[in-house]
């Protein structure tokens, strides 16, 4: 089998992987109100069950550091998306309250395993390819999202009981992942870094770790990556309440701006490679932000339920480009520990997941829900300021950085904050 054969194998198989995972995390997140009326769980507890997930899921991301250390990450990846799915079955088949608790802490521990693998596979599957194909993952896993809230939506429609609402799921996706797990592509054997940093990369890539000041070059990613996160649990969270009680919408088109924020969020991930590989990274970025930003805008002075859904698209059409790209902006400034470096940066995915939601609610509590809008979106412009840790020319992919037919050898950029 040629390198290019495997390499589009295993970006297929992984694409499916992130597929599988939108599914698996949409169905849990819109069926939250069936889980807490199944096991009784009163609404003074149900924020804790909700923390312990991505609590938990951040622990499993430091653990997967260490880990990959020793297997690869497509071990950990191979055996990590099964549990996710068995421990969602587990969700709908349990009857006490403990059952319920288990298998969230499952769920959350292998979802962190999960989520730290696929990118550590998506970063080097990018560098092999020597263009930008992140986006593409992620708008897999954004399709994922979609299909799995419309199945959700229909066991809720048809009162089916939950775990009957999540068996069709786990039955056809399961033993679809498993073989596909086969066609995983690890970190290219050869890797040819160029330029006054190659000394340090090969240092790094050696110990598997940051190096002297690693993390703190690492930082601002990581700021980008929890005030990402702090929009995108915004949207998720606070749009249906918003439109509704702020706006004044109906209860039934109150459900609409979630779904069009990941359409919007699935269609900007499709052709974002295309804007990356056109005009860098920190382009897109930057563009991605500022309408982002206005997204937060539109939706603070929206004088009804139609303006505020057009605010809610900008904020898919923006934020969608940030997290693949942050991702991504830390494999190539880590060249030889890109491994460490996603490890690190997914636990700040949890970071801004548990603070954004606490954090609107208590402003809109205390101020006004128009007010608690602006917070995340002067959060979000933060990425303005550390768009440089994108990279530029080195960061576009397919223009200088093409992968050469038959060459077995990439380079990755020209070390040090330039790659």
């Known amino acids: ?20 995972q939108g599914v698996a995390f949409a169905l849990l997140v819109t069926r939250i109100p069936a889980i807490q009326d199944r096991y009784g769980i009163s609404d003074g507890l149900l924020p804790a069950f909700l923390a312990a997930v991505p609590v938990l899921a951040g622990a499993s991301s430091v653990a ?101 609402s999540y068996l069709p799921a786990v039955v056809v996706l399961l033993p679809v992942a498993l073989l596909g797990s086969r066609r995983y592509v690890d970190a290219p054997e050869t890797v040819t870094v160029t330029g006054p940093g190659a000394g340090e990369a090969a240092e790094e890539a050696a ?22 996160y702090i929009g995108d649990s915004t949207v998720a969270n606070w749009s249906a309440k918003y439109l509704q009680d702020v ?12 779904n069009v924020y990941m359409v919007t969020t699935l269609v900007g991930r499709a052709v974002g490679d295309l804007g990356v590989r056109r005009f860098g990274a920190a382009a897109v970025v930057r563009g991605g932000t500022l309408v982002a930003a206005g997204g937060f805008a539109v939706v603070a002075v ?12 900008l904020l898919g059409i923006g934020l969608c480009v940030i997290v693949p790209q942050t991702f991504a902006a830390a494999g190539r400034l880590f060249p030889g520990a890109s491994d460490t470096a996603v490890a690190r940066l997914n636990i700040f995915n949890y970071v801004g997941f548990l603070i954004g939601s606490p954090l609107v609610g208590a402003l809109g509590d205390a101020w006004s829900y128009r007010g608690a809008m602006l917070v995340p979106m002067l959060l979000v412009l933060v990425t303005l300021f550390q768009a440089r840790s994108f990279g ?13 037919a038959g060459d077995r050898a990439v380079d990755v950029g020209r070390g040090g904050n330039e790659v």
């Open 392 to 404: 530029s020319e080195s960061a576009r992919y397919g223009v200088r950085h093409e992968r050469r």
């Open 64 to 164: 997967t550091e260490h880990l990959v250390k020793r297997v690869a990450p497509s071990v950990v990846l191979r055996w990590a998306q099964p549990l996710v799915l068995l421990s969602l079955l587990g969700v709908g088949a349990g009857g006490r309250m403990w059952h319920v608790a288990i298998a969230l802490g499952v769920f959350g521990l292998s979802v962190g395993a999960l989520d730290a693998s696929m990118n550590m596979l998506g970063v080097s599957l990018q560098r092999a390819y020597g263009r930008s194909i992140m986006l593409g993952f992620h708008a897999a896993y954004s399709f994922g999202g979609i299909l799995g809230a419309s199945a959700a939506w229909a066991g809720a429609h048809w009162k089916l009981d939950l775990f009957v």
């Open 302 to 313: 929206a004088p009804g339920a139609w303006v505020g859904m057009l605010g809610f698209t």
């Open 207 to 228: 110990g598997k770790g940051l190096g002297s000041g690693g993390f703190k070059l690492l930082l601002p990613l990581c700021l980008v990556m929890a005030c990402a």
């Open 247 to 258: 706006l004044g919408s109906s209860e039934q088109m109150a459900t609409v701006p979630y």
């Open 1 to 20: 089998m040629t390198d290019d054969v495997r390499l589009r194998r295993g970006r297929g198989a992984l694409g499916f992987s992130f597929f599988v």
